[in-house]
C-alpha cells in the first residue's frame, strides 16, 4: 500500500499524457491482458453448449454480463492511466491473475465454486478503484473514482453473498450485483454525500476506448474460428462436413463483416471527435458490446452443434443457438447504430424478422440446411451495408444534428 500512496503523490505521471497529439495507441500489455479474457469466452460457449436450457442460457448471460464488466471496468481505468508505467502494469497483471482463477471457475459457477467468481470478482471491482482513488489523489478524476468505489462496494457485498448461496438465491444475488454496476454508470455513480459524476467528466480517449472493445469484438470471433476449427478436425471428412464448415466459416465473416466493414472506424472517429466521448462510450460501448459478443457466443456454440451432426434434424436447443446468436448480435448492432447516429437500420431489424420466420420450420430441416439459411439471413443484411441507397456511417451528420451527431 506504501507504493500506491506513493503513486497519489505523483498522479499526473500515472496518467497518459493528453497532449500528445493523435490518439493513443493500445499497448501490449492491454493486448496480454486480454488473453485471459480468449479463455473465458471459451468457457462460456462450453458452459452454453452442456447447459443447452433456457436456465442454462440465462446463467451463461450473467456469467458473461460479470465478465464483461470486470474487463469493461479495467478498460476505462487504462484509458486513463498509462499502462507502459510500471505500477499500472502490476495491476493489470494482478487483474490478469485473479480474472484468470474467475475464468477457470465459470463451468462450476452454479455448483462448487461460486464463492470463486464472487470472490473474484469483488476483489477486481473493488481493488481496481481502491487503487485509482489511491493512485489520483488530489486529481478531479479522484472524486468520480469515489463515488465508483462506492457502488462497486455495494455490487461486491451481493457478489460475495451470491458465491456463499445456492441455487436461485445465488443468482438472484448475483443478477443484483450486475444491474448495480450496469446501473452505476446511467446514474452517474450518485453517491450520498458525494454528488453525481457527469459523462462530461469522463475525460476519454474516445478512439482508444473504441478500439478496445473492438478488440473484444474479434476475441468472441476468435472463439468461433477455434471452434470450427477444432471440430472439424475431430470428425469424419465427409461432403456435409465440409459443406458445414463452408456455412459456420461464412457465418463468422458475416459477422465480423457487419462489425468491421464500415461502423467500427466510422464510431471510431465518431467518439473520438465527440463532445461528451464519456457518453457514448458508456452506452454505444459499455451497455451495448455485450449483447453483441452474446450473439457471437451462441453462434459459435450452435456451429459446434452443426458441425458435430449436420445432417439430423436440429433440436430445439440448436435450433435456437443456430438462429438466436445471429439474432442476437443484429439486435446488438441495431442499437449501436442507432445510439452513435441515431438511425434506423432497417436491414438489421429485417434481418431479426426473417431469423424469427425460420424458427417456424427449425425443427422440420436439418441443422446443416438451418445454419445455411441464418448464415445466408446475415450475409444479405452486410451486403446491404454496401448498396448506395442505404446510409451509411461516414455520412456527415443530418441536418439538425449538433456537433456529436446527437439530435438537439
Same mark, same amino acid.
Given at each position: @500500500?506504501?507504493d500506491l500512496a506513493e503513486?497519489?503523490?505523483?498522479a499526473p505521471?500515472?496518467?497518459?499524457?493528453?497532449?500528445?497529439? +493523435?490518439?493513443?495507441?493500445?499497448? &501490449?500489455?492491454?493486448?496480454?491482458?486480454?488473453?485471459?479474457?480468449v479463455?473465458a469466452v471459451t468457457q462460456l460457449s %462450453?458452459?452454453l453448449l452442456?447447459?443447452?436450457? =433456457?436456465?442454462g442460457? /440465462?446463467?451463461?448471460?450473467l456469467?458473461l454480463v460479470?465478465?464483461? /464488466?470486470v474487463w469493461s471496468?479495467t478498460?476505462?481505468v487504462? &484509458?486513463?492511466l498509462?499502462?507502459?508505467?510500471m505500477?499500472?502494469r502490476l495491476?493489470?497483471?494482478a487483474l490478469?491473475?485473479?480474472s484468470?482463477a474467475?475464468?477457470a471457475? /465459470?463451468?462450476?459457477a452454479f455448483?462448487?465454486? +461460486?464463492?470463486?467468481?464472487?470472490?473474484?470478482?469483488?476483489v477486481?471491482?473493488i481493488?481496481r478503484?481502491?487503487?485509482? =482513488?489511491i493512485?489520483?489523489?488530489?486529481h478531479p478524476l479522484e472524486a &468520480?473514482?469515489?463515488?465508483?468505489?462506492a457502488?462497486c462496494?455495494a455490487?461486491?457485498v451481493? *457478489?460475495?453473498a451470491?458465491?456463499l448461496? %445456492?441455487?436461485?438465491a445465488r443468482v438472484l444475488l448475483?443478477?443484483g450485483?450486475?444491474c448495480i454496476? /450496469?446501473?452505476?454508470?446511467?446514474?452517474?455513480?450518485w453517491?450520498p454525500?458525494?454528488?453525481r459524476s457527469?459523462? !462530461?467528466d469522463?475525460? $476519454?480517449?474516445?478512439? %482508444?476506448?473504441a478500439?478496445?472493445?473492438q478488440a473484444?469484438i474479434?476475441?468472441a470471433?476468435?472463439?468461433?474460428i477455434?471452434i470450427i476449427?477444432?471440430?472439424l478436425?475431430?470428425?469424419k471428412?465427409?461432403?456435409?462436413a465440409?459443406?458445414?464448415?463452408?456455412?459456420?466459416?461464412?457465418?463468422?465473416v458475416?459477422?465480423?463483416?457487419?462489425y468491421?466493414?464500415?461502423?467500427?472506424e466510422?464510431?471510431?472517429?465518431?467518439?473520438?471527435?465527440?463532445?461528451d466521448p464519456? #457518453?457514448?462510450?458508456? !452506452?454505444a460501448y459499455?451497455l451495448?458490446?455485450?449483447v @453483441?459478443?452474446?450473439? $457471437?457466443i451462441?453462434c459459435?456454440?450452435?456451429?459446434?452443434?452443426v458441425?458435430?451432426d449436420?445432417?439430423?434434424?436440429?433440436s430445439?436447443a440448436a *435450433?435456437w @443457438?443456430?438462429l438466436?446468436?445471429p439474432?442476437?448480435?443484429l439486435a446488438?448492432?441495431a442499437a449501436?447504430?442507432?445510439?452513435?447516429? #441515431?438511425?434506423l437500420?432497417?436491414?438489421r431489424l429485417?434481418?431479426?424478422?426473417?431469423?424469427?420466420l425460420?424458427?417456424?420450420?427449425? #425443427?422440420?430441416?436439418? *441443422?446443416?440446411?438451418?445454419?445455411a439459411?441464418a448464415a445466408?439471413v446475415? =450475409?444479405?443484411?452486410a $451486403?446491404?451495408d454496401?448498396l448506395?441507397?442505404i446510409p451509411?456511417p461516414?455520412?456527415p451528420?443530418?441536418?439538425g444534428?449538433?456537433a456529436?451527431g446527437q439530435?438537439r
Amino acid at each position: @500500500m506504501s507504493d500506491l500512496a506513493e503513486a497519489g503523490s505523483r498522479a499526473p505521471q500515472l496518467l497518459r499524457d493528453r497532449d500528445r497529439s +493523435g490518439a493513443h495507441r493500445v499497448t &501490449n500489455i492491454e493486448l496480454f491482458f486480454d488473453l485471459v479474457y480468449v479463455f473465458a469466452v471459451t468457457q462460456l460457449s %462450453h458452459y452454453l453448449l452442456h447447459h443447452a436450457t =433456457v436456465t442454462g442460457a /440465462l446463467q451463461a448471460g450473467l456469467l458473461l454480463v460479470m465478465v464483461w /464488466l470486470v474487463w469493461s471496468y479495467t478498460t476505462w481505468v487504462t &484509458n486513463w492511466l498509462d499502462p507502459d508505467l510500471m505500477t499500472v502494469r502490476l495491476l493489470l497483471v494482478a487483474l490478469m491473475l485473479i480474472s484468470l482463477a474467475m475464468s477457470a471457475s /465459470l463451468p462450476r459457477a452454479f455448483e462448487d465454486l +461460486g464463492l470463486w467468481i464472487g470472490g473474484a470478482y469483488a476483489v477486481q471491482q473493488i481493488g481496481r478503484t481502491v487503487f485509482m =482513488v489511491i493512485a489520483l489523489r488530489g486529481h478531479p478524476l479522484e472524486a &468520480n473514482f469515489q463515488r465508483i468505489l462506492a457502488w462497486c462496494v455495494a455490487s461486491s457485498v451481493l *457478489a460475495v453473498a451470491g458465491g456463499l448461496a %445456492h441455487g436461485h438465491a445465488r443468482v438472484l444475488l448475483w443478477l443484483g450485483s450486475v444491474c448495480i454496476d /450496469l446501473l452505476g454508470g446511467v446514474a452517474g455513480f450518485w453517491t450520498p454525500g458525494l454528488g453525481r459524476s457527469r459523462t !462530461s467528466d469522463w475525460t $476519454i480517449e474516445g478512439g %482508444h476506448f473504441a478500439e478496445r472493445c473492438q478488440a473484444f469484438i474479434l476475441i468472441a470471433l476468435g472463439e468461433s474460428i477455434v471452434i470450427i476449427g477444432a471440430t472439424l478436425s475431430e470428425v469424419k471428412v465427409t461432403t456435409a462436413a465440409v459443406t458445414s464448415f463452408v456455412v459456420a466459416f461464412a457465418g463468422a465473416v458475416a459477422l465480423w463483416w457487419l462489425y468491421f466493414d464500415q461502423s467500427a472506424e466510422a464510431a471510431a472517429e465518431k467518439i473520438a471527435r465527440s463532445d461528451d466521448p464519456g #457518453r457514448l462510450g458508456r !452506452s454505444a460501448y459499455h451497455l451495448i458490446h455485450p449483447v @453483441m459478443v452474446a450473439g $457471437i457466443i451462441v453462434c459459435a456454440a450452435a456451429d459446434e452443434q452443426v458441425l458435430s451432426d449436420p445432417g439430423q434434424a436440429a433440436s430445439t436447443a440448436a *435450433a435456437w @443457438m443456430v438462429l438466436g446468436g445471429p439474432a442476437l448480435f443484429l439486435a446488438g448492432h441495431a442499437a449501436f447504430k442507432f445510439v452513435v447516429w #441515431r438511425v434506423l437500420s432497417w436491414p438489421r431489424l429485417a434481418g431479426i424478422a426473417a431469423l424469427a420466420l425460420l424458427a417456424l420450420a427449425g #425443427r422440420a430441416i436439418p *441443422a446443416l440446411a438451418l445454419g445455411a439459411c441464418a448464415a445466408g439471413v446475415v =450475409v444479405a443484411v452486410a $451486403i446491404t451495408d454496401r448498396l448506395p441507397w442505404i446510409p451509411h456511417p461516414a455520412e456527415p451528420p443530418r441536418t439538425g444534428a449538433g456537433a456529436d451527431g446527437q439530435f438537439r
